[in-house]
């Protein structure tokens, strides 16, 4: 079956970086449009940034300029940089596949 890891949230101050990971098994990786969604508490879950087959990425307006979403089909990983990170930020942020397998999900806190 599909089985999504992100890795790489932690507590970090405002202004700073951080880079998720998504590793994936189970699936055909490099067809699939990828996605990062994120839940901060109290609020709804919500696209963050995602990247198809081909490489074309889309991405919320509220971090464009200053997420990268990319993938290495060679290792069946997907990754999310995040740079000038800010308080509201912070969240759960899930890796997802087809609108239909979520990871477990990995936290990020910004301080600020």
């Known amino acids: 079956q599909v089985q999504l890891v992100e890795s790489g949230g932690g507590l970090v101050q405002a202004g700073e970086s951080l880079r998720l990971s998504c590793g994936a098994s189970?699936?055909?990786?490099?067809?699939?449009?990828m996605a990062w969604y994120r839940q901060a508490p109290g609020k709804q879950r919500e696209l963050v940034a995602s990247?198809?087959?081909?490489?074309?990425?889309n991405y919320a307006d509220s971090v464009k300029g200053r997420f990268t979403i990319s993938r290495d089909n060679a290792k069946n990983t997907m990754y999310l940089q995040m740079n000038s990170l800010k308080p509201e930020d912070t969240a759960v942020y899930y890796c997802n596949t087809g609108q239909k397998y979520w990871g477990q999900g990995t936290q990020v806190t910004v301080s600020s």
């Open positions: 990247i198809n087959s081909i490489g074309f990425t």
């Open positions: 189970g699936m055909i990786f490099r067809i699939n449009t």
